[in-house]
């Protein structure tokens, strides 16, 4: 296998860094560059881009993303040990890598990047839905990225891709799907990463649709969809009674039928409902 730059190898820069993995930080790392690159390729053409990398660790998909041709990479990482190897990599790609030292739900990095933007991450497993949702829900669309492509636990992805009438369809997909398109695009066993986590791992690649695919007041939108899911196994007239007295006739003119389940209802479906709330407030 070619080496896809000169810097030295993943394994000996955690050796001698001593970037011991910290299950707290949900530190499951790729040490194989030819995969980082092939992730970073996932993300489309880079070169014209600015990159937002959340968690970048040792560095493993940093690399990928810079010699994959990122114009720049913005990096924000929490464990202030792996500065020193982050260093490493700037020094290797001159201006063309700026490293965070902080925690990304409390920063908001975007706004030091310039556009066209991508967002590419190995996520660490225990803040990766609460990251993707705040991208997802931005005040105006399209957002100011254009394609987010993101490494989470199997379950999680298949969450965000999953069809209506699937025990995994939820928020989570309609807040996706609504605005995005959503693939799958790798899948990967525990063991490409060290340590190797429990559950198996998959990138999903999200694109901003420049508009939503149907008409809906955002807030409505998700808070009528958080409602329907929380009791899923509810028929909708029970689990959405708190919305309003006149909730079957809602339903019935979104052209649901109130013993339906939230599982059963489409993502149009969900947008007419979220517009009857609306127009009867
Ligand atoms: N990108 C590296 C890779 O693929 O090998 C590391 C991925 S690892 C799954 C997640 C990374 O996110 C770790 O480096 C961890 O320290 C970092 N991290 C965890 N919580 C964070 C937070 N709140 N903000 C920024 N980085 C965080």
Known sequence: MSAIDALPPLREVIATHGLSAKKALGQNFLLDLNLTAKIARQAGDL?????????PGPGGLTRGLLSEGA??????????????????????????LE????????????????????????????IGTELLV????????PPVWQSLTLM?????????????????????????????????????PPAAFTPPPKVASAVVHLTALPAPRFPADPGVLSRVVAMAFNQRRKMLRAALKGLSPEVEDMLHAAGIAPTERAEQVSLEQFCALAREVAARR
């Open 71 to 96: 114009r720049r990479v913005l990096a924000v990482e929490k464990d202030a040990r792996c500065l020193p190897a982050l260093e490493q990599i700037a020094a290797a790609y001159p201006g063309r």
């Open 152 to 188: 989470f636990q199997r379950e999680v992805a298949d969450r965000i891709v999953a069809a209506p009438g699937s025990k995994a369809y939820g928020r989570l997909a309609v807040l996706a799907q609504w605005r995005c398109e959503a693939r799958i695009v790798m899948s990967l």
């Open 99 to 126: 490293v965070i030292n902080g925690d990304a739900l409390q920063i908001d990095p975007l706004a030091h990047l310039t556009p066209p933007i991508r967002i590419a991450a190995n996520l660490p497993y225990n």
């Open 47 to 55: 070169s014209q881009c600015d990159v937002l990398e959340i968690g």
């Open 134 to 141: 705040r991208w997802l829900t931005p005040p105006v669309w």
